[in-house]
């Protein structure tokens, strides 16, 4: 029920500011056009970049919407949205525009939801990852276009199977008790993917992106990682072996809020398939090798989930207005899942934030790193845990927090190790004086710090 009343009550605050938009499909000229009109009605708060570009040399454009654009703010998160990965998938990338127009116009209305959105999250949106195969289908147009004709980059490649298999690596890993977050990437790999591909590997490791989706076509679903199965004896395109993450839980609520704010994805039935509540684990419906989903969880700190959204790739005209009335309060309803777990800062005895910082949460086999500023966030459902900072030089630090419907900060200060040569390690605050939340060491001026708070 709680899920159905926050829809609803989102809907109705979406529903006040219903503005009429242009429901056409976009060649790449246009929407360079279009991302600029937003730009230019929104200077203050977007921003268009460029993170590359397609092997025929059109530029992968991004919009961003941020009270900051263009700076990382601390404790504020890094989100995405990709559409158009495959060339004949259109839907998403008209989605994409028109939650940027969407998204503009009613922060100059003064909508307060949206508002506060743009000035809490950072809210990076590329329409287009593949504008060289969006070319070729949309030449054919939406009735004559075929199942295949697009879908690939200009060199004939699937963008979504051209991704380092990281999920090899970590299946043999996990056999000898290895890591499955951050894998290292092959000493080859720019020598194996697409210009396309290289691009969104070096945007990705640019950005602390948290939470993202992908936007595909040819199904109605919200698929989530792991894509690939771990059972390797079989290499049939079509072996169904349901393979979670150690975040399956946290992965099924993701995609749960996406299908149940959506208009008739949570129903089940949809394009001759059934998927119950309207999500599935993608390795579970079929196995796909190199796909960008597992990358991104296995190589950063994203979560990212695979949105189906319509049975039609390329969708006439007239049907992109109800598409886009019933997708629209679950793109904003999937922004807001940024929000939820635990952030914080890591620093040192200075104040200085340490970057790189392994966050562990005990009972969850996945871990996280702070960003260049020294803050992370932690995507985590409602409940209590164990959380454990650590950091090469520093003695690691362990808090219990409890995560509720308004996500708790936790602030951790770390000391060098170096600091007390002579102290004992376990327990490493021996001969300090603490209270509730902070620790001084008598004689000094060292002290510690340590908060939880919601």
């Known amino acids: 029920m709680a899920r159905w009343l926050r829809s609803l009550v989102g809907a109705l605050l979406l529903l006040e500011g219903a503005a009429a938009l242009s429901f056409l499909h976009h060649r790449y000229e246009e929407m360079v056009q279009a991302l600029f009109r937003v730009q230019s009605q929104c200077p203050y708060v977007t921003r268009i970049y460029s993170i590359g570009r397609s092997v025929e040399g059109r530029h992968l ?27 004949n998938e259109v839907l998403g990338r008209e989605l994409l525009l028109q939650l940027s127009e969407f998204l503009c116009e009613e922060y100059r209305r003064g909508n307060e939801r949206i508002t506060h959105l743009i000035h809490d999250t950072r809210i990076h949106i590329m329409p287009s990852m593949n504008p060289d195969g969006y070319e070729v289908a949309a030449k054919q147009g939406p009735d004559s276009n075929g199942y295949l004709t697009g879908r690939n980059n200009a060199n004939g490649v699937d963008l979504n199977r051209n991704f380092p298999d990281l999920n090899t690596f970590m299946y043999y890993s996990g056999e000898i008790n290895g890591r499955n977050h951050h894998i290292p990437l092959p000493d080859n790999w720019k020598s194996q993917v697409e210009p396309e591909t290289l691009a969104v590997i ?14 595909h076509g040819g199904a109605v679903v919200a698929n989530y990682p792991y894509d690939k199965s771990q059972d390797q004896r079989f290499r049939s395109h079509r072996r169904t072996v349901n393979t979670p993450t150690p975040d399956d839980k946290l992965f099924q609520k993701l995609a749960k809020t996406y299908s149940y704010a959506h208009g008739w994805m949570h129903r089940g039935w949809n394009c001759g398939d059934y998927f119950a509540d309207g999500i599935t684990n993608g390795a579970s419906w079929y196995s796909l090798s190199k796909g960008m989903q597992d990358f991104n969880y296995l190589y950063t700190n994203c979560f990212e989930i695979t949105l189906e ?9 007239e049907d992109l207005e109800r598409q886009w009335m019933a997708n629209r309060e679950a793109l904003v309803a999937f922004i807001e899942e940024v929000h939820q777990g635990i952030k914080g800062m890591v620093s040192d005895e200075n104040n ?4 790189g910082a ?29 959380v454990t900072a650590s950091a090469e030089g520093y003695q690691p630090q362990t808090v219990t927090t409890t995560v509720g419907p308004a996500a708790p900060s936790l602030d951790v200060m770390m000391w060098r190790q170096h600091l007390f040569p002579h102290a004992p390690l ?21 002290a ?6 919601g």
């Open 358 to 386: 392994v966050i562990s949460v005990q009972g969850i086999g996945h871990d996280i790193t702070s960003g260049d500023v020294g803050d992370y966030f932690r995507l985590l459902l409602p409940g209590t845990y164990t």
């Open 202 to 215: 070096q945007w990705i490791s640019s950005y602390n992106f948290v939470l993202s989706a992908n936007l």
């Open 426 to 446: 376990s327990p490493w605050l021996r001969g300090f004086q603490c209270s509730a939340t902070i620790c001084i060491l008598p004689g000094t001026k060292h």
């Open 448 to 453: 510690i710090r340590l908060v939880a708070r």
């Open 352 to 355: 200085n934030g340490i970057a």
């Open 309 to 317: 959204l319509s049975c039609n790739k390329f969708p006439p005209e």
């Open 61 to 87: 454009y991004v919009l961003e919407f941020s009270d900051y654009p263009g700076i990382h703010e601390p404790l504020e998160p890094e989100f995405k949205y990709v559409g158009n990965m495959h060339g």
